[in-house]
């Protein structure tokens, strides 16, 4: 595996004792998993991985994104459309900024 470049994180709202209680993962944060993972794959971004994280204290802006190490943080991520464009920017080294918070 190549070192990424890279790290796309997402909220699935998990506190420290395991449960969820946010919203992210009430939003759907993790049914988009597999989607993003498979993107990464498909567009040949080998240096980009996905994680799931703990709830990210956000839950108003939810689904929550975060592309490290660019300290970007992108709200709202409810559709498979709003994640490509999301992706696009990665790809182009640019800033999504209509999700961004």
């Known amino acids: 595996m190549v070192k990424p470049k ?3 994180l997402v909220c699935a709202s998990f506190r420290p ?4 209680k946010g919203k992210c993962h009430k ?11 498979n993107e990464i794959i498909d567009r040949g ?10 709830c990210l204290k956000m839950c108003d802006e939810g689904p ?10 992108y709200g709202n991520v409810n559709s498979e ?19 961004a918070l």
Do not use: R
């Open 45 to 54: 971004l080998e240096d980009v991985i996905v994680s799931s994280t703990c």
């Open 6 to 8: 890279k790290h796309i």
């Open 81 to 99: 459309e709003i994640i490509d464009e999301i992706l696009d920017a990665i790809e182009n080294d640019v800033i999504a900024y209509e999700y």
């Open 17 to 20: 004792n395991g449960e969820p």
């Open 64 to 73: 929550v994104m975060i592309i490290y190490p660019d300290n970007l943080w």
């Open 27 to 37: 939003k759907g944060s993790l049914d988009f998993l597999p989607y993003i993972e």
